[in-house]
């Protein structure tokens, strides 16, 4: 089961819902129909596209990404309410997930109930859900911090009543990848249906307790492009993708090389830049500058890469600063055309390190020139 599991492990992005849910983050619908073509052209499975009980403008907008005829299947988020569900259906997408509070403390503090009106509210959602033909993810909010007998018993309900999957939500991002591996693994050791993982990156652990649930049988993990999402936000797609692929050895077949430019355009289009520092497809995560570094990379760029750059779109970028070794330098200096002797080189090497501590940075390119021509000058 496991084996079967990994080969089919499918890609649930959420940043057109709980992307968009993020505390002051909007697209347009221009830029909603932008992101879901590009994660389609990509090979994103599946794309959760917004929540049609929010309203006739939101319903449109599910709509028009419908319409766009996307190879991807289209799930929108729902309380389990009858209404909500027809707005999805009147929206035009044929899947849903159904979302109920699984936790006592959310049962209780939250909506004032009973685990049997939480049951109640199941049965009839999901019959209503069945009934047309719907595709169908329950998802067990705050399932995290839920009792694992309660889940087991929601999840079997959901099965027999004809549910596709069943959605385990750290929706508070409180757990650990052990932690989420024994609790996602206890459900999928007992239900007989594909379980889905929802991270959250509350502790800095979204996208290692999305591998977890994997390691431990999910089949669906969600997703959004860049961590975006409520608070600290999500699990990263691309984040997500290249450690299936690199630390797990599961290549999804993804166009990954397109993730800088998808990156990119969430990045500007909910207003949140890309730090340059940011895994996988940061701006500056390929740079290498320290003597031995870049001296490696020189030598055998996996030395010092875990995986090519051109496999998510970046470049490398040697730099020149306060930790350049003689061997960076004299490669930055051949690229822009520069022959140096050894001795000049030793020279050159001193400078730019004095010159990077002052400017606390490396040196750009017209700054090295620079140091090139006062030190042939004054020789
Ligand atoms: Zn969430």
Redesign the pocket.
Known sequence: MESKNRKSVVIDD?TLR?GE?TAGVVFSLEEKKQIASTLDEIGVGELECGIPAMGSEEQASVRALVDLGLNARLITWNRAVIADIEASINSGVQAVDISLSVSDIHIEKKLGKSRDWVREQLKVALGFAKQHDLYVSVGGEDASRADLDFLVELAELSRSAGADRFRF?D?LGILDPFTTYDKVKYLADRVDLDLEV?T?NDLGMATANAIAGVRAGARFV?TTVNGL??RAG?AALEEVVMALKHACKIDLQLDTGRFVELSRLVGQASCRPVPEWKAVVGEKVFSHESGLHADGVLKFPGNYEGFDPAEVGLSRHLVVGKHSGGHGLEHRLTQLGIETNRSELEVLLKKVRSFAQILKRPLSEAELLQICLDLRNVA
């Open positions: 959420t709980d849910q939500c929706t929802h959250h969600n999402g409520e999500n």
